[in-house]
C-alpha cells in the first residue's frame, strides 16, 4: 500500500498535525470574533432559547434580507480557505455528514438551535414520502439552481392531504417554514445547491410523521428530540442485552415520563424483560382515561390476555 509521505511523516510525529489544527482553531476563532459574526452568534444563542427570529436581529437579517448570508459564509471561507492553504491536512472543527449528495456542516449549535451549511450535487431526485416536525426552518440560498417543491399537509393525523406548490431555488431566495405542517422537496438540481439553513425545535416536540406522498397515509413516527430518541436506543439496548433488573426502571419510565413514544418504547422493554412488572404497568396506563396511551394500551391488554389468558392473574387491583 502506497502511503503519501506527508501521512507517513505524521505517523512519526505528530506535532505537525496539532500545529495544523491550532491552525484552523485560531482561523475559526477569527471568524467568531469578527464584529459581524459576534453580534450574530449572540442572537443565535437567544434563539436557541426560545426567541422569535424578528427578536434576534442579527439573525434575522441573514433570514430575510439580502447579501447578509453570503458575505457571513463567503467571511467564513476567506478564513478557513487560508488556514487550509498554509495546512493542508488541517480540517474545521464542525460536525460534518456526506452521503454522496448532500453534504452538511454544523456551523453552531445552542440550545434548541442549529445552523447548517448544506450543499446539494446535481442530480435528479424523488421522494415518495415526506416528513414532519415540531420546529421551525429558516433558509438562504447561497449559491446555485434547483426545482423543489413545498409541501403543505392537511386533515388529521393518521391520514393528511398534500397542497404542493413549485418554486425555483437560486441565490438570493429565501424561505420559512413551519416543519410541522410544510416540507420542501428537491425534484431537481441543475448546479450544485448550497444552502445556510436555520432550525429552531419546539420546547416539548411530538413525534416526527412520515407520510406518503401517493396516498397521504401516516408511514412512521419518530422521536422528536434527539435526546429522546438517545433514550429510547438504551431502553432498546436493555431489552437486547436481556438485562430483567431494568425492568422495574422501564416500567416507571412507561407510568410517569412525559413522552408518549419513550413511554411506549420502555412499556414494551418492560413487558419482554419481566413479563408480570411490564403487564403490571400497561394494565394501569389501560385504565388511565385521561392518558393519552389508555387506547393503544387497551387495545394491547385485550391482545395479550385474549393470546395468554393466565395474564388475567396478573393484572392489579
Not at 29 to 48: K, Q, S
Not at 82 to 108: E, K, Q, V
Not at 207 to 228: F, Q, V
Request: aromatic letters at 4%; a negative charge.
Amino acid at each position: 500500500m502506497h502511503v503519501h509521505p506527508a501521512i507517513a511523516a505524521l505517523r512519526s510525529d505528530r506535532a505537525p498535525q496539532r500545529q495544523a489544527q491550532a491552525a484552523m482553531k485560531a482561523a475559526l476563532d477569527a471568524w467568531r470574533e469578527e464584529t459581524g459574526v459576534a453580534g450574530m452568534l449572540a442572537h443565535f444563542d437567544a434563539f436557541g432559547a426560545g426567541a422569535a427570529l424578528e427578536q434576534c436581529p442579527g439573525l434575522d437579517e441573514l433570514f430575510t434580507g439580502q447579501g447578509a448570508a453570503e458575505a457571513l459564509i463567503a467571511s467564513l471561507a476567506r478564513h478557513l480557505c487560508g488556514a487550509i492553504a498554509a495546512n493542508p491536512l488541517g480540517h474545521p472543527s464542525f460536525r460534518y455528514a456526506f452521503d454522496g449528495c448532500t453534504g452538511t456542516l454544523l456551523l453552531a449549535k445552542s440550545g434548541r438551535a442549529q445552523l447548517l451549511l448544506q450543499s446539494r450535487e446535481p442530480g435528479t431526485f424523488t421522494s415518495p414520502c415526506a416528513s414532519f416536525t415540531d420546529g421551525l426552518r429558516y433558509d438562504a440560498t447561497l449559491a446555485g439552481r434547483a426545482r423543489a417543491t413545498i409541501l403543505r399537509i392537511h386533515g388529521p393525523r393518521e391520514q393528511v392531504s398534500f397542497a404542493e406548490e413549485e418554486i425555483s431555488l437560486q441565490q438570493g431566495v429565501r424561505l420559512a417554514f413551519d416543519c410541522s405542517s410544510e416540507a420542501l422537496t428537491t425534484s431537481c438540481v441543475e448546479q450544485r445547491l448550497v444552502t445556510l439553513r436555520l432550525l429552531q425545535q419546539t420546547e416539548h416536540p411530538e413525534p416526527g410523521r412520515e407520510y406518503c406522498r401517493m396516498t397521504g397515509e401516516l408511514r412512521h413516527l419518530s422521536a422528536g428530540s434527539l435526546a429522546i430518541s438517545r433514550r429510547e436506543m438504551m431502553a432498546a439496548l436493555l431489552g437486547r442485552m436481556e438485562r430483567s433488573e431494568a425492568a422495574p426502571v422501564l416500567a416507571q419510565m412507561a407510568l410517569a415520563h412525559d413522552d408518549a413514544s419513550l413511554r411506549w418504547q420502555a412499556l414494551r422493554e418492560s413487558l419482554a424483560l419481566d413479563t408480570a412488572e411490564g403487564f403490571a404497568a400497561l394494565t394501569r396506563i389501560a385504565r388511565r382515561t385521561d392518558d393519552p396511551l389508555s387506547s393503544d394500551a387497551a387495545a394491547l391488554h385485550a391482545r395479550l390476555v385474549e393470546d395468554h389468558p393466565a395474564l388475567r392473574q396478573l393484572e392489579i387491583a
